[in-house]
């Protein structure tokens, strides 16, 4: 079965952006790079991938979902962020048909479930706090890649809802150089 995972930037006090969204202050540069592009080729921006000279290689997700926040951070000039992935756009605000885009105000635990019970690879979650709140029973696996950086405030990377206290089990943790560490997680 497909699982949901939570991959995602994350500060050491626990935000995924800043207060208004920026996460400028979260390292671009550094051999965590090539760790990214090793394991999770998948999850680069098509258009930055391109840029890099790099092809996603189509083996780790083949769906990605986001809050609008998140989706925004690119616009007006990136409209379908990860064209090589189905892409599911969380939000209540009218938009505009995107291709490869899929808007959606429907429940997001409903929404995964079908996702689950589909044929494919594993389905990405890259963010936002709140929608991660809203899944939190639904998160099969995070895979944090903790930034050394204070943001003092901002996105966190779960918030705070109603959802049940669960375990998780750490199974993996790689250190890099620039002080950014990956650290994998599944549920017990």
């Not at 202050?25 to 760790?35: K, P, Q, W």
């Not at 790099?54 to 990136?78: C, N, S, W």
Request: hydrophobic residues 35%.
């Amino acid at each position: 079965m497909r699982e949901l995972v939570y991959y995602v930037a994350v500060s050491l006090d626990g935000y995924i952006a800043g207060p208004d969204g920026q996460f400028d202050a979260f390292l671009f540069e550094g051999d965590h790079m090539d760790g990214i592009n090793e394991q999770y080729s998948d999850t680069l921006p098509t258009h930055y991938a391109e840029m890099l000279g790099v092809t996603p290689r189509g083996d780790r997700f083949d769906t990605v979902l986001m809050g609008y926040g998140t989706y925004a951070a690119g616009l007006p000039d990136v409209t379908s962020p990860y064209r090589h992935l189905n892409q599911y756009v969380f939000t209540h605000r009218h938009h505009e048909p995107v291709d490869g885009v899929t808007f959606t105000d429907r429940d997001p635990a409903e929404v995964v479930r079908e996702l689950k019970d589909r044929d494919g690879l594993d389905i990405w979650l890259c963010g936002g706090g709140r929608l991660a709140a809203q899944l939190a029973g639904e998160i099969d696996r995070f895979v944090l890649k903790r930034h050394p950086v204070l943001l003092g405030a901002g996105i966190p990377f779960v918030a705070p809802g109603t959802y049940a206290p669960r375990r998780f089990e750490r199974i993996s943790a790689r250190e890099f150089d620039s002080g950014v560490s990956f650290v994998e997680y599944a549920a017990t």
